[in-house]
């Protein structure tokens, strides 16, 4: 799920995200991120009905639905637990939010809704999987687990430019995601690097609120469809900057403008914004599934019917095969349907009771 990389609040200098801080002095609801939400007699636990690898939010709602249906999930979450929401900060999307919520209380509660039902939650990275046949075998952190059926949920991560400055700003202007911290930018100005359909989409969106958009491409033809070319290059806020590369980003505590290369000339210069939204791409964790599931062309895992795979028992949820969308709440959607599909599948084939996961 493609949340946003930080959100700006009126530009206010936010919180650095991801720390397990609390806004406004509140106990942490379920334990920091780092620190296993588990039980001394759980530890030990390597046996399941159903491992979720992935702990964002269609990890954790896929957690919380196996664990009312009696399957005692583990979680695998991955030491960047909680996905891309551990790095967004204000979250004004999600339903039930009407003031908005930061994006790391928000999993902190999703953690703490699937361990109150008894889902093992630990923080460890799947670095191999077996899924040549049942009970299916994933390695994490030197241990070696086991389950009937296993839900992906291993999300997708934007890919960003790699500069120092880059990841100090995220959060104070810089972010992946327009949709979730757009709205922060009204009557500012806003830097998209990119060429692609993402890029483009993001750029349209952001003319909602910006003051001008600056599209910043490092070469001089775009990637991205012709449907979505035409309406970026014929908008009257959007302005394209060619040939060039950001090479740096400025700002003490807010983002205050870029560094440009001309990748022609090699010039340089400044320009100044409020606000950079990356929109390279973004890259599906799929590497240590890619023997055992299809994926596209892209990397992202291909569905069969609802949300299986072609290897019975494994499942798929959120934005690991879902580039479309990437929202929090289609994650968390597609978290249930995994959940619920597997567990019709294990009662199918008598490793699991009648289904239960759609019980209130
Ligand atoms: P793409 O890979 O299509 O485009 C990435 C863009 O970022 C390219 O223009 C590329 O430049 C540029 N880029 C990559 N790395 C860097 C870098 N380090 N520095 C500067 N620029 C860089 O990714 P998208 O996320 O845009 O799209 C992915 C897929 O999803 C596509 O198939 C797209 O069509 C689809 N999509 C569809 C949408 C829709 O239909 N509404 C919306 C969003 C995505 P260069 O061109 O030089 O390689």
């Not at 967004?88 to 908005?100: I, L, R």
């Not at 919520?101 to 509660?109: A, F, S, V, Y």
């Not at 890259?283 to 023997?291: A, L, Q, Y």
């Amino acid at each position: 799920m493609s949340q946003g990389m930080g959100g700006f609040g009126g530009l206010k200098p936010l919180q650095i995200i991801g720390d397990g801080a609390q806004p406004d002095g509140e106990q942490p609801l379920a334990a920091p991120v780092g620190s296993p939400v588990t039980t001394p007699s759980e530890e030990g636990r390597t046996e399941a009905k159903v491992i979720i690898v992935g702990s964002g939010p269609a990890g954790l709602t896929a957690a919380i639905y196996a664990a009312r249906a009696n399957l005692e999930p583990i979680v695998l979450g991955g030491y960047e637990a909680g996905g891309q929401l551990m790095i967004t900060s204000e979250v004004e999307n999600f339903p039930g939010f009407p003031e908005g919520i930061q994006g790391p209380e928000l999993m902190d509660r999703m953690r703490a809704q699937a361990a109150r039902f008894g889902a093992l939650v630990l923080d460890v990275d799947v670095e191999r999987v077996d899924f040549s046949r049942r009970a299916f075998r994933l390695w994490a952190g030197g241990v070696e687990y086991s389950a009937q059926a296993v839900i992906v949920a291993t999300g997708a991560s934007a890919m960003w430019l790699g500069l120092e400055n880059e990841t100090r700003l995220r959060g104070r202007g810089v972010s992946a995601c327009a949709t979730c911290d757009g709205f922060f930018f009204r009557d500012r100005k806003v830097i998209v690097v990119g060429g692609g359909d993402t890029a483009l989409e993001e750029a349209l969106f952001l003319t909602k609120y910006a003051s001008e958009v600056v599209i910043v491409h490092r070469r001089d033809q775009l990637r991205g469809s012709r449907i979505m070319q035409d309406r970026a290059l014929a908008h009257p806020k959007i302005r394209f900057v060619w040939n060039s590369q950001v090479i740096d980003v400025l700002g003490d505590d807010h983002v205050t403008g870029v560094r440009l290369r001309d990748t022609v000339t090699g010039e340089e210069r400044d320009e100044p914004t409020d606000g950079l939204f990356v929109a390279i791409g973004h890259r599906p964790n799929t590497d240590v599934f890619r023997d055992w599931l299809e994926v596209d062309s892209k990397g992202y895992l291909v569905v069969h019917g609802g949300t299986g795979t072609r290897v019975e028992g494994v499942f798929v949820a959120g934005d690991v095969h879902d580039h479309r969308y990437r929202q929090a709440v289609t994650a968390a959607g597609d978290g249930c349907r995994a959940a619920i599909d597997a567990e019709r599948w294990l009662a199918e084939h008598g490793l699991a009771e009648r289904a239960t996961a759609t019980a209130w």
